[in-house]
Antibody, heavy 119, light 111 residues
Framework: QVQLVQSGAEVKKPGASVKVSCEAF????????MHWVRQAPGQGLEWMGI????????SYAQKFQGRVTMTSDTSTSIVYMELSSLRFEDTAVYYC????????????WGQGTLVTVSS | QTVVTQEPSFSVSPGGTVTLTCGLR?????????PSWYQQTPGQAPRTLIY???TRSSGVPDRFSGSILGNKAALTITGAQADDESDYYC???????????FGTGTKVTVL
């Protein structure tokens, strides 16, 4: 069955970068785009961007352009999300989530990775 | 900035029916926005309920249904159960420029 397994929690200082991984199981990795979504404590869900693992093309929400980089490794079925110049307000749970093909939606979610930005 | 609006909260009695909506601050929602709906309980990852306006995701009970009501997307829970008490989020696909925008979320209480 489809599973998305994310890397563990991170604590970073302001100004640093964080790289979160998401390993895909149970389907053909290059067949589905992958979203990244985040959720600050007590807040709603926020779409960050999307990557096509086949070829690596990306599209980012305007808010994160210039600070976020999404990449994929087809040899390991892993997608990565790197966020740079971290601020306190980047403290959040970061989710990878598989795109459901032509449905323009998300069908499967990773378990989430807590990133804490603290001095 | 695109704002997708949802009711902040709803309360429903066990066995009752509640309809949540998902709108645009400026404009109408149609099926061309591919509205989808997600359920989230505290501390858990979201779960996909509905995609492409009204298609239930695998394993989702048929008490959950999606539609377009007037100028908004809607999620209806018919015969609410205690474990439906969750936060519910909609997402709209805005096209290749903006891509996807989440709604503000609705907290549903069953009591």
């Amino acid at each position: 069955q489809v599973q998305l397994v994310q890397s563990g929690a991170e604590v970073k200082k302001p100004g640093a970068s964080v790289k979160v991984s998401c390993e895909a199981f149970g389907y053909t990795f290059t067949s589905n785009y992958m979203h990244w979504v985040r959720q600050a404590p007590g807040q709603g869900l926020e779409w960050m961007g999307i990557i096509n693992p086949s070829g690596g093309s990306t599209s980012y929400a305007q808010k994160f352009q210039g600070r976020v980089t999404m990449t994929s490794d087809t040899s390991t079925s892993i997608v990565y999300m790197e966020l740079s110049s971290l601020r306190f307000e980047d403290t959040a749970v970061y989710y990878c989530a598989r795109s459901g093909g032509g449905s323009m939606s998300i069908d499967y979610w990773g378990q989430g990775t807590l990133v804490t930005v603290s001095s | 900035q695109t704002v997708v609006t949802q009711e902040p909260s709803f309360s429903v009695s066990p066995g009752g029916t509640v309809t949540l909506t998902c709108g645009l601050r400026s404009g109408s929602v149609s099926s061309s926005y591919y509205p989808s709906w997600y359920q989230q309980t505290p501390g858990q990852a979201p779960r996909t309920l509905i995609y492409s306006t009204n298609t239930r995701s695998s394993g989702v009970p048929d008490r959950f249904s999606g539609s377009i009501l007037g100028n908004k997307a809607a999620l209806t829970i018919t015969g609410a159960q205690a474990d439906d008490e969750s936060d519910y989020y909609c997402v709209l696909y805005m096209g290749s420029g903006i891509h996807y925008v989440f709604g503000t979320g609705t907290k549903v209480t069953v009591l």
